[in-house]
């Protein structure tokens, strides 16, 4: 199944295939189409890698499409947000709050109960007239740090005017000893990466397992990338070898063959109190089909390791329903890659991609997008003609597309990958490697800043291109501003404090002293893809 926005293909759903040489078998999946696409089409069709290999023939029948509802009810919670628990050092005194949407022509009544794990009844609060459409947020009074030591469950439930339950979510909360050690990695309620008790802003680059070696690591190690996520199993002498130059690894368990579980928890119990550790990785563009063992294996990374978190992967079809993953990990991200790929669509993908990414989870999970640095013909040729549209990425489309991830909520980044790099077919390695290197390493001077408190941006008119994330620390403001390449021109921005001075930074260029206006007013100018950064002086009114 595919779909068509502005007449080029913009995403599809590709079920699990089929695994018989010999019967019928049932192949299908469920799948959300975003809401602004042109068109959607059904095509059934052998994978050409497959088509290229393998003689034969294939049989297709009952070919059909059905149309699901919606849910009445979806909810997610928003704290306690990493995997339910409070404990002061990880949930702070954030009070327990969830957040649902109604999907139905109706005003229902919505119940919101905590309950213990014998179902005893702690608080109840009742919304009787919730918004049809939009986010209702429900806050309980209970103090999640008065709890006693104990599982919880938080039931949301929708009930007709008849007093009939027609939908409901259940969310899970654990109260442990604040006494207990803090996580050695974990995500805190602002969705910030805390890692040995400071938080960390993952830039990271995916690898083959056995390109990890000495030399490729004293690459990473002169680049500040602080991250790698090797497709496959890594050996102890591996990860010692990360360790050594300061590179964290993000352990591949998605990448599994028969008997997953068995593997799943073998590699946890491994590596679990390896140094190099950062994150597991547990689903590579897996759709609705294999939500189950997302979730099976999930659970055995939360029962075996409570010092690291999970990150999820995915794509095309799945980036319009991120929602239905929100159980199974603890970060996740998708992986547009636009440019090049025989089809006229540029760097704006990735702006569309994190923004429906980060709203399918209500900004409930870290999001680390996939960014593209490789040629799509990488993969293609000889199948595919080298028709001059396949190429690998500039700088500034590189450069626009990380900063419009950012922008979007993302904290965090990972390049792919390290490999294909390598084998891009236009581009010498050390040409694309010395872009990425750029501006990874504008990224990292900034990593801590985006990982402060986010500030509210100034009023401005924003043309439909432009993209804005703000911090403060102190006296000095940062709006990091990206323009995601669908046009250009002029931008005022007004602000509620008095400005002292401007200070427009561009990565290689000479700084830029911007005048201000009326006290808290200044312009500037903007080309397609260009990503400023303004460094702001200020006094409160």
């Not at 689903?283 to 390791?305: C, F, P, T």
Request: aromatic share 12%; with cysteine.
């Amino acid at each position: 199944v595919q779909w068509t926005l502005g007449g080029a293909w913009n995403g599809g759903s590709y079920p699990r295939g089929g695994t018989s040489d010999t019967d019928w078998e049932t192949i299908g999946q469920e799948f959300v189409v975003p809401p602004d696409v042109d068109s959607t089409g059904v095509y059934v069709s052998l994978y050409n890698g497959f088509m290229q290999r393998t003689p034969g023939y294939s049989y297709f029948a009952d070919v059909e499409l059905k149309e699901a509802v919606l849910p009445v009810l979806e909810s997610v919670i928003i704290s306690p947000s990493y995997r339910g628990l409070v404990k002061e050092d990880v949930s702070g005194s954030t009070p327990i709050q969830v957040r649902f949407w109604l999907h139905a022509d109706l005003t229902p009544k919505v119940e919101v109960l905590l309950v213990n794990k014998v179902h005893h009844e702690i608080e109840k609060v009742i919304v009787e007239t919730p918004k049809a459409n939009g986010a209702n947020d429900v806050t309980l009074k209970t103090d999640p740090l008065s709890l006693p030591k104990d599982s919880y469950e938080l039931h949301v439930r929708c009930y007709n005017s008849d007093g009939v339950e027609i939908g409901s979510r259940t969310h899970n909360i654990t109260r442990i000893e604040d006494v207990l050690p803090t996580p050695t990695v974990f995500i805190d309620n602002n969705q910030r990466m805390i890692r040995r008790g400071k938080p960390f802003f993952p830039i990271g680059i995916y690898f083959q397992s056995n390109q990890v070696n000495t030399t490729t690591m004293d690459i990473m190690r002169n680049s500040s990338f602080n991250s790698i996520m090797p497709y496959g199993s890594l050996t102890s002498e591996q990860m010692d070898l990360a360790l050594s130059r300061n590179i964290s690894v993000i352990y591949d368990l998605a990448n599994y063959g028969n008997g997953s579980d068995t593997f799943v928890k073998d590699q946890v119990l491994a590596f679990k109190d390896h140094e190099a550790l950062l994150a597991y990785y547990m689903a590579d563009e897996m759709g609705l089909d294999w939500r189950a063992d997302q979730l099976e294996h999930y659970n055995i990374v939360k029962s075996l390791d409570s010092n690291h978190p999970t990150w999820s992967v995915y794509t095309a079809g799945e980036v319009a329903d991120t929602y239905d993953y929100v159980d199974v990990t603890d970060s996740l991200g998708t992986d547009p890659y636009p440019i090049g790929d025989g089809k006229e669509i540029n760097a704006s993908q990735v702006r569309r991609w994190s923004e429906m990414t980060y709203k399918g989870v209500a900004g409930t999970k870290p999001m680390y997008m996939v960014i593209q640095a490789w040629n799509h013909n990488n993969t293609r040729l000889p199948i595919w003609p080298n028709n001059g549209l396949f190429r690998s990425p500039t700088y500034s489309e590189m450069r626009s597309m990380c900063w419009q991830a950012i922008c979007a909520g993302g904290n965090g980044i990972v390049f792919y990958s390290f490999f294909e790099v390598e084998r891009n077919v236009d581009l010498p390695f050390s040409v694309q490697w010395g872009r990425m290197k750029n501006i990874v390493e504008e990224i990292s001077d900034y990593g801590q800043v985006l990982l402060m408190e986010h500030s509210d941006p100034p009023a401005v008119k924003a043309p439909s291109w432009l993209m804005i994330r703000c911090h403060t620390d102190g006296n000095k403001y940062f709006m990091f501003v990206v323009n995601d390449g669908n046009g250009d021109g002029e931008v005022e921005y007004d602000f509620e404090f008095i400005i002292e001075a401007v200070v427009a930074k561009e990565f290689g260029k000479q700084d830029r002293n911007i005048k201000v206006y009326d006290e808290s007013k200044f312009v500037d100018s903007y080309a397609a893809l260009d990503v400023v950064v303004y460094e702001i002086s200020i006094k409160r009114k």
